[in-house]
């Protein structure tokens, strides 16, 4: 009689297991992110934010600041990419890397001294967040409501799974 109630609570234990971890991997795979850091475009002046560090292009030595990536997080391994015409002709590829940053501390800030793109970006921007999701932005105008986060695409890499997974 003992191991028969031993037995079925040994089986109810590994099925509540079963469906605590697929709870989890759906709960991973359909919840969306929030996006907490910043990026603000079209203020005159920087000088109360930390910027760390300037973009610009060589063609384009510009040196009025467009706007900042700002980061209220932490990033890492950010990478910023010129942007080149796809098979079909419009700008939507990555081009040659033209930036890279190891890390940027909560608070810190790139000064991006490249002008918006209107339809398309003028360039591509890709770095790694707290929680190991890979964060990438187009530095664009949002033209239809002004809303930057409608840009920012967020996904998940096996080490973000598994942070979130195994939190």
């Not at 709960?27 to 603000?40: A, C, F, M, P, S």
């Not at 990555?94 to 339809?119: H, M, P, R, S, W």
């Not at 187009?138 to 096996?158: A, C, L, M």
């Amino acid at each position: 009689m003992v191991n028969q109630i031993s037995l079925i609570a040994s089986v109810a234990t590994l099925i509540l297991f079963v469906f605590y971890f697929s709870g989890r991997i759906i709960t991973i795979l359909t919840v969306n992110r929030v996006w907490k850091d910043k990026v603000i475009i079209g203020e005159q002046d920087y000088s109360q934010y930390e910027i760390v560090d300037s973009i610009c292009l060589k063609e384009n030595l510009k040196t009025t600041t467009s706007g900042i990536l700002l980061s209220r997080e932490g990033m890492r391994n950010i990478t910023v990419y010129t942007v080149k015409a796809a098979e079909n002709g419009l700008l939507t590829k990555k081009g040659e890397q033209v930036y890279t940053k190891d890390f940027l501390n909560v608070d810190q800030a790139i000064a991006i001294n490249v002008v918006t793109g209107d339809l398309f970006p003028s360039l591509m921007i890709e770095y790694t967040s707290f929680d190991y999701m890979k964060i990438c932005l187009q530095w664009r105008d949002n033209n239809k409501n002004g809303v930057y986060s409608e840009f920012v695409q967020p996904k998940h890499t096996i080490k973000s799974f598994l942070y979130y997974l195994l939190r």
